[in-house]
């Protein structure tokens, strides 16, 4: 599907004048890193295609660190323009709001409903909202599949049904449009975002569920995320993401995440998971060899950073343990591990890593399913 069109509705009803959804949505953690993105993108049918990935990622989705989005609809008479509040922790959050407005106007053409209500939209983290944690994916990703939930209340009273698979594709390509990587936080566990020869179904407008064998090694993958700086970013993704346009190293680097997601495919198959640590650890320290060697170059990792990774080489080193570390774009780290040697390891985060966290914090999560409904009223 390379086509924008398939997701504009014909018509709706509008006959709905007022309710509410609430749905979760997860952080998740990229294994093959996004990082710069095709701006303006032509496809074959001459559309304009916005917020398109460079080379393709694939995701771990996250349980327990997610966010949770009410949204409460009433139909208004003025529908010249977008009305909505924005609640964080329920109060009201000003400095939040033009990125909501952003958002709601590129996705105005594929949801023509929006300006007819009034929207309140009251949402919170489950982690600590300074921790360091992007919450921008799973926060526009809970957004997005509200605005879905009212969409398939609209298209119903027509007369039609939205289908399961219209309703989450619809919902990745919308959340796309807030965050990118929020396109792979509406399914789980393993999601691809990103069109790829070897994967089916992968799409460069929306994330898909991995669709070949999982083996058991990667079910119930542990993420313990240890927190070393929780202060604001001094370089923010969307800076980083332009800095690779001209980038020297780039073309190499979008190349080298083809291959990296190409090897995964059979690695997933087979368990492999000395060969899964060589990759993951190998695209997270890319990422961030990316931001160095970009004009203007910065530096995210801290100090801490390495000492942790370190501590993590040194003790798979010595006990053959297959814990592993990733990042995202900042300074926390992700270790990655089976769930069958979870005591083992989590021993060694508090006895060896905590130090390095600062105020000693770290959230200890799990692979999870993507979105869940809480509220359909």
Not at 32 to 58: C, F, H, M, R
Not at 202 to 226: A, M, R
Not at 248 to 274: C, M, V, W, Y
Not at 358 to 375: A, T
Request: charged residues 20%; contains cysteine; hydrophobic residues 40%.
């Amino acid at each position: 599907m390379s086509s924008s069109k398939y997701f504009i509705p014909s018509k709706y009803s509008q006959s709905i004048e007022k309710g509410a959804f609430s749905w979760s949505a997860p952080s998740n953690i990229a294994l093959v890193k996004y990082w710069g993105k095709i701006e303006n993108q032509l496809n074959d049918k001459g559309e304009i295609l916005t917020q398109i990935p460079a080379n393709p990622s694939v995701s771990f989705t996250l349980n327990s660190c997610k966010t949770e989005t009410k949204l409460a609809f009433a139909k208004k008479n003025n529908n010249g323009e977008f009305s909505f509040d924005l609640l964080f922790e329920g109060k009201p959050k000003e400095d939040f709001k033009p990125k909501i407005q952003k958002f709601l106007e590129r996705i105005e053409i594929y949801l023509p409903f929006l300006k007819d209500y009034h929207f309140t939209i009251d949402t919170q983290n489950t982690f600590p909202h300074s921790s360091g944690i992007a919450s921008s994916a799973s926060g526009m990703a809970a957004l997005a599949i509200n605005f879905m939930s009212l969409e398939k209340l609209l298209s119903r009273n027509f007369g039609t049904e939205i289908t399961d698979d219209y309703f989450y594709k619809k919902a990745s390509f919308l959340a796309r449009l807030g965050s990118g990587s929020a396109c792979r936080s509406i399914k789980g566990s393993l999601v691809v975002w990103g069109n790829h020869k070897n994967i089916k179904g992968s799409s460069d407008l929306f994330g898909v569920e991995f669709p070949n064998k999982i083996h058991d090694n990667f079910k119930n993958y542990q993420d313990t995320i240890l927190l070393v700086d929780k202060g604001e970013k001094q370089v923010s993704s969307t800076v980083g993401h332009d800095l690779m346009h001209g980038h020297p190293f780039a073309e190499k680097r979008f190349a080298q995440a083809h291959e990296n997601l190409d090897a995964l495919i059979s690695i997933f198959e087979s368990g492999d998971l000395t060969k899964f640590i060589k990759i993951v650890e190998s695209e997270a320290l890319t990422l961030h060899a990316m931001m160095m060697t970009s004009l203007p170059y910065f530096i995210l990792m801290k100090p801490n950073t390495l000492e942790i990774i370190n501590a993590i080489w040194k003790f798979r080193n010595e006990t053959q343990i297959p814990v592993c570390f990733t990042l995202d774009a900042g300074a926390n780290v992700h270790v990655l591990y089976p769930e069958n040697v979870k005591d083992k390891v989590l021993t060694f985060i508090k006895n060896k890593l905590v130090g390095y966290c600062q105020n000693g914090q770290y959230i200890c999560d799990e692979i999870g399913f993507g979105s869940q409904l809480i509220i359909d009223n």
